[in-house]
Protein backbone atom coordinates (compact mmCIF):
# COMPACT_ATOMS: atom_id res chain seq x y z
CA UNK A 1 0.00 0.00 0.00
CA UNK A 2 1.60 3.48 -0.92
CA UNK A 3 1.00 6.46 1.29
CA UNK A 4 -0.17 9.18 -0.42
CA UNK A 5 1.54 12.46 0.53
CA UNK A 6 -0.03 15.70 0.91
CA UNK A 7 -0.20 17.89 -2.63
CA UNK A 8 2.61 20.96 -3.39
CA UNK A 9 1.18 23.85 -1.78
CA UNK A 10 0.82 26.51 -4.32
CA UNK A 11 1.61 29.02 -2.52
CA UNK A 12 5.54 29.54 -3.16
CA UNK A 13 5.59 32.21 0.03
CA UNK A 14 3.40 35.74 1.15
CA UNK A 15 4.57 38.91 1.22
CA UNK A 16 2.07 40.24 3.88
CA UNK A 17 -1.00 39.98 2.25
CA UNK A 18 -0.29 38.95 -0.46
CA UNK A 19 0.57 35.11 -1.70
CA UNK A 20 2.76 34.67 -4.85
CA UNK A 21 2.39 30.99 -6.28
CA UNK A 22 4.95 29.02 -7.69
CA UNK A 23 2.84 29.45 -10.77
CA UNK A 24 4.09 32.45 -11.37
CA UNK A 25 7.35 32.02 -9.91
CA UNK A 26 8.13 29.30 -12.84
CA UNK A 27 6.64 31.20 -15.34
CA UNK A 28 8.67 33.87 -14.27
CA UNK A 29 11.79 31.94 -14.25
CA UNK A 30 10.97 30.31 -17.61
CA UNK A 31 10.44 34.07 -19.08
CA UNK A 32 14.18 34.91 -17.48
CA UNK A 33 15.79 31.66 -18.48
CA UNK A 34 14.64 32.23 -22.08
CA UNK A 35 15.86 35.49 -22.00
CA UNK A 36 19.51 34.73 -21.04
CA UNK A 37 19.81 31.81 -23.88
CA UNK A 38 18.31 34.11 -26.56
CA UNK A 39 19.79 38.21 -25.57
CA UNK A 40 23.05 35.86 -26.05
CA UNK A 41 22.57 34.55 -29.37
CA UNK A 42 21.08 38.26 -30.33
CA UNK A 43 23.92 39.68 -29.50
CA UNK A 44 26.23 36.89 -31.18
CA UNK A 45 23.97 37.83 -34.49
CA UNK A 46 24.66 41.62 -34.17
CA UNK A 47 21.66 43.00 -32.09
CA UNK A 48 22.02 45.40 -29.71
CA UNK A 49 21.99 44.36 -26.22
CA UNK A 50 18.80 46.13 -25.38
CA UNK A 51 17.29 44.75 -28.01
CA UNK A 52 15.37 41.56 -26.83
CA UNK A 53 14.87 43.56 -23.32
CA UNK A 54 13.08 46.30 -25.91
CA UNK A 55 10.76 43.39 -26.63
CA UNK A 56 10.11 41.87 -24.01
CA UNK A 57 8.38 45.20 -22.27
CA UNK A 58 5.93 44.99 -25.25
CA UNK A 59 5.69 41.11 -25.80
CA UNK A 60 5.43 39.65 -22.31
CA UNK A 61 2.40 41.62 -20.80
CA UNK A 62 0.82 41.88 -24.42
CA UNK A 63 1.00 38.46 -23.85
CA UNK A 64 -1.07 37.50 -21.30
CA UNK A 65 -3.63 39.60 -22.25
CA UNK A 66 -3.62 37.56 -25.69
CA UNK A 67 -3.75 34.75 -23.70
CA UNK A 68 -6.75 35.49 -21.17
CA UNK A 69 -8.48 36.95 -24.30
CA UNK A 70 -8.55 33.82 -26.13
CA UNK A 71 -9.72 31.33 -23.38
CA UNK A 72 -12.76 34.27 -22.87
CA UNK A 73 -13.72 34.01 -26.37
CA UNK A 74 -13.88 30.15 -26.22
CA UNK A 75 -15.49 30.07 -22.60
CA UNK A 76 -17.92 32.93 -23.35
CA UNK A 77 -20.99 31.32 -22.02
CA UNK A 78 -19.45 32.24 -18.37
CA UNK A 79 -18.41 35.27 -18.88
CA UNK A 80 -20.87 37.00 -20.75
CA UNK A 81 -23.49 37.82 -17.80
CA UNK A 82 -20.72 38.54 -15.47
CA UNK A 83 -18.30 41.00 -17.33
CA UNK A 84 -16.22 41.46 -14.65
CA UNK A 85 -14.98 38.35 -14.47
CA UNK A 86 -13.11 38.60 -17.58
CA UNK A 87 -10.55 40.64 -15.55
CA UNK A 88 -10.45 38.22 -13.25
CA UNK A 89 -7.06 36.25 -14.76
CA UNK A 90 -5.80 35.65 -10.62
CA UNK A 91 -8.93 32.70 -10.77
CA UNK A 92 -7.53 31.24 -13.70
CA UNK A 93 -8.26 30.99 -17.34
CA UNK A 94 -5.36 31.69 -20.18
CA UNK A 95 -4.73 29.71 -22.93
CA UNK A 96 -0.75 29.48 -24.61
CA UNK A 97 -1.84 29.27 -27.86
CA UNK A 98 -3.80 33.25 -27.06
CA UNK A 99 -0.11 34.16 -26.02
CA UNK A 100 1.98 32.86 -28.61
CA UNK A 101 -0.33 34.48 -31.39
CA UNK A 102 -0.46 37.91 -29.47
CA UNK A 103 3.76 37.57 -29.43
CA UNK A 104 4.34 36.98 -32.84
CA UNK A 105 1.87 39.88 -33.35
CA UNK A 106 4.00 42.33 -31.60
CA UNK A 107 7.70 41.34 -32.54
CA UNK A 108 6.08 41.66 -36.11
CA UNK A 109 4.93 45.06 -35.55
CA UNK A 110 8.75 45.70 -33.36
CA UNK A 111 10.75 44.63 -36.19
CA UNK A 112 9.24 46.71 -38.67
CA UNK A 113 9.46 49.83 -36.48
CA UNK A 114 13.03 48.59 -36.00
CA UNK A 115 13.62 47.98 -39.29
CA UNK A 116 14.84 44.52 -38.74
CA UNK A 117 14.08 41.16 -40.46
CA UNK A 118 11.01 39.40 -38.44
CA UNK A 119 12.19 36.11 -39.46
CA UNK A 120 16.10 36.72 -38.53
CA UNK A 121 14.44 37.52 -34.91
CA UNK A 122 12.14 35.22 -34.94
CA UNK A 123 14.89 32.14 -35.83
CA UNK A 124 16.80 33.38 -33.07
CA UNK A 125 14.35 32.84 -30.48
CA UNK A 126 12.83 29.85 -31.33
CA UNK A 127 14.68 27.14 -29.03
CA UNK A 128 14.03 30.51 -25.94
CA UNK A 129 10.21 29.93 -26.93
CA UNK A 130 10.46 26.49 -26.25
CA UNK A 131 12.57 26.89 -23.22
CA UNK A 132 9.73 29.20 -21.57
CA UNK A 133 6.97 26.74 -22.54
CA UNK A 134 9.15 23.35 -21.18
CA UNK A 135 9.50 25.68 -17.83
CA UNK A 136 6.15 27.34 -17.74
CA UNK A 137 4.05 23.59 -17.93
CA UNK A 138 5.60 22.79 -14.37
CA UNK A 139 3.13 25.68 -13.14
CA UNK A 140 0.44 23.87 -14.51
CA UNK A 141 1.68 20.66 -12.64
CA UNK A 142 2.40 22.92 -9.05
CA UNK A 143 -1.40 23.41 -9.38
CA UNK A 144 -2.54 20.15 -10.71
CA UNK A 145 -4.36 21.30 -14.03
CA UNK A 146 -4.12 20.59 -17.74
CA UNK A 147 -3.67 17.39 -16.90
CA UNK A 148 -5.15 14.25 -18.86
CA UNK A 149 -7.99 11.44 -18.05
CA UNK A 150 -7.57 9.33 -15.33
CA UNK A 151 -5.29 6.73 -14.86
CA UNK A 152 -3.70 4.02 -12.29
CA UNK A 153 -0.75 4.01 -10.40
CA UNK A 154 0.78 1.15 -11.67
CA UNK A 155 0.66 3.21 -15.31
CA UNK A 156 2.43 6.23 -13.79
CA UNK A 157 5.39 3.97 -12.15
CA UNK A 158 6.06 2.40 -15.23
CA UNK A 159 6.95 5.80 -16.63
CA UNK A 160 9.73 5.57 -14.00
CA UNK A 161 8.36 8.68 -12.68
CA UNK A 162 9.75 9.57 -9.19
CA UNK A 163 6.94 9.74 -6.27
CA UNK A 164 6.65 13.47 -5.99
CA UNK A 165 5.66 13.64 -9.39
CA UNK A 166 3.40 11.17 -8.93
CA UNK A 167 1.97 12.10 -5.65
CA UNK A 168 0.87 14.78 -7.21
CA UNK A 169 -0.94 13.54 -10.00
CA UNK A 170 -3.19 12.54 -7.03
CA UNK A 171 -5.54 14.45 -7.72
CA UNK A 172 -9.61 13.97 -5.56
CA UNK A 173 -8.85 10.92 -5.26
CA UNK A 174 -7.61 9.44 -8.86
CA UNK A 175 -4.21 9.23 -10.56
CA UNK A 176 -4.57 11.41 -14.05
CA UNK A 177 -2.01 11.60 -17.10
CA UNK A 178 0.58 13.74 -16.85
CA UNK A 179 0.19 15.84 -19.84
CA UNK A 180 1.99 19.09 -18.15
CA UNK A 181 5.05 16.51 -18.42
CA UNK A 182 4.61 15.41 -21.78
CA UNK A 183 4.75 18.75 -23.43
CA UNK A 184 7.40 20.08 -20.96
CA UNK A 185 9.65 16.83 -22.56
CA UNK A 186 8.59 17.39 -26.06
CA UNK A 187 9.64 20.92 -25.72
CA UNK A 188 12.55 19.94 -24.43
CA UNK A 189 13.26 17.30 -27.54
CA UNK A 190 12.32 20.16 -29.65
CA UNK A 191 15.08 22.69 -27.84
CA UNK A 192 17.69 20.60 -28.86
CA UNK A 193 16.67 19.77 -32.42
CA UNK A 194 16.27 23.20 -32.87
CA UNK A 195 20.05 23.95 -31.50
CA UNK A 196 21.05 21.14 -33.72
CA UNK A 197 19.66 22.82 -37.10
CA UNK A 198 21.30 25.98 -36.34
CA UNK A 199 24.53 24.42 -37.23
CA UNK A 200 23.49 23.78 -40.64
CA UNK A 201 23.07 27.18 -41.75
CA UNK A 202 18.89 26.83 -43.02
CA UNK A 203 17.38 29.64 -44.77
CA UNK A 204 15.95 32.24 -42.72
CA UNK A 205 12.78 31.73 -41.42
CA UNK A 206 12.78 27.51 -40.97
CA UNK A 207 14.01 27.66 -37.73
CA UNK A 208 10.95 29.33 -36.67
CA UNK A 209 8.91 27.37 -39.07
CA UNK A 210 9.97 24.43 -37.30
CA UNK A 211 9.38 25.32 -33.97
CA UNK A 212 5.81 26.02 -34.95
CA UNK A 213 5.20 22.33 -36.50
CA UNK A 214 7.32 20.45 -33.63
CA UNK A 215 5.47 21.93 -31.18
CA UNK A 216 2.04 21.89 -33.09
CA UNK A 217 2.63 18.49 -34.32
CA UNK A 218 3.20 16.98 -30.01
CA UNK A 219 0.14 19.77 -29.04
CA UNK A 220 -2.46 17.99 -31.54
CA UNK A 221 -1.73 14.71 -29.56
CA UNK A 222 -0.97 15.40 -26.01
CA UNK A 223 -4.43 17.61 -26.07
CA UNK A 224 -6.79 14.79 -27.11
CA UNK A 225 -5.41 13.14 -23.16
CA UNK A 226 -6.70 16.68 -22.16
CA UNK A 227 -9.37 16.65 -19.60
CA UNK A 228 -10.12 20.57 -19.59
CA UNK A 229 -9.80 21.86 -23.55
CA UNK A 230 -11.11 24.80 -24.64
CA UNK A 231 -13.54 23.60 -27.97
CA UNK A 232 -14.71 25.44 -30.61
CA UNK A 233 -18.03 23.25 -31.46
CA UNK A 234 -19.51 20.13 -30.30
CA UNK A 235 -15.94 17.90 -29.82
CA UNK A 236 -13.35 19.74 -31.87
CA UNK A 237 -10.66 20.93 -29.68
CA UNK A 238 -9.76 24.50 -30.16
CA UNK A 239 -5.89 23.68 -29.69
CA UNK A 240 -6.03 20.76 -31.86
CA UNK A 241 -7.81 23.06 -34.74
CA UNK A 242 -5.19 25.98 -33.73
CA UNK A 243 -2.49 23.08 -34.27
CA UNK A 244 -3.49 21.48 -37.59
CA UNK A 245 -3.86 25.43 -39.09
CA UNK A 246 -0.60 26.69 -37.89
CA UNK A 247 1.51 23.21 -39.10
CA UNK A 248 -0.15 23.66 -42.63
CA UNK A 249 0.46 27.31 -42.86
CA UNK A 250 4.33 27.13 -41.15
CA UNK A 251 4.85 24.12 -44.04
CA UNK A 252 3.30 26.23 -47.03
CA UNK A 253 5.52 29.25 -45.77
CA UNK A 254 8.67 27.04 -45.64
CA UNK A 255 8.14 25.29 -48.98
CA UNK A 256 6.68 28.84 -50.90
CA UNK A 257 10.02 30.35 -49.40
CA UNK A 258 12.34 27.36 -50.99
CA UNK A 259 10.90 27.50 -54.06
CA UNK A 260 10.30 31.28 -54.91
CA UNK A 261 13.18 32.96 -53.17
CA UNK A 262 16.24 32.41 -55.75
CA UNK A 263 19.48 33.87 -53.66
CA UNK A 264 17.32 33.58 -49.76
CA UNK A 265 18.86 34.90 -46.65
CA UNK A 266 20.23 32.13 -44.01
CA UNK A 267 20.51 32.15 -40.44
CA UNK A 268 24.19 33.21 -40.24
CA UNK A 269 23.99 35.73 -42.97
CA UNK A 270 23.78 39.49 -41.40
Not at 13 to 39: C, E, H, N
Not at 123 to 140: E, F, H, K, T, V
Not at 200 to 212: D, S
Request: hydrophobic share 55%; net charge neutral.
Amino acid sequence: MHQILASIDPIAFSLGPIDVRWYGVIIATGIIIAFLVGQREMVKRGFHSDFLTDLLIWAVPLAIVGARIYYVAFEWEQYQDNPAGIIAIWNGGIAIHGALIASVIVAYVFTKKRNTSFLKVADILAPSILIGQAIGRWGNFINQEAHGGEVSRAFLESLFLPEWIINQMYIDGAYYHPTFLYESLWSLAGIVILLLLRKVNLVRGELFFFYIIWYSFGRFFIEAMRTDSLYVVGELRAAQLVSVMAIILALGLLIYRRVVLKKPAHYEDK
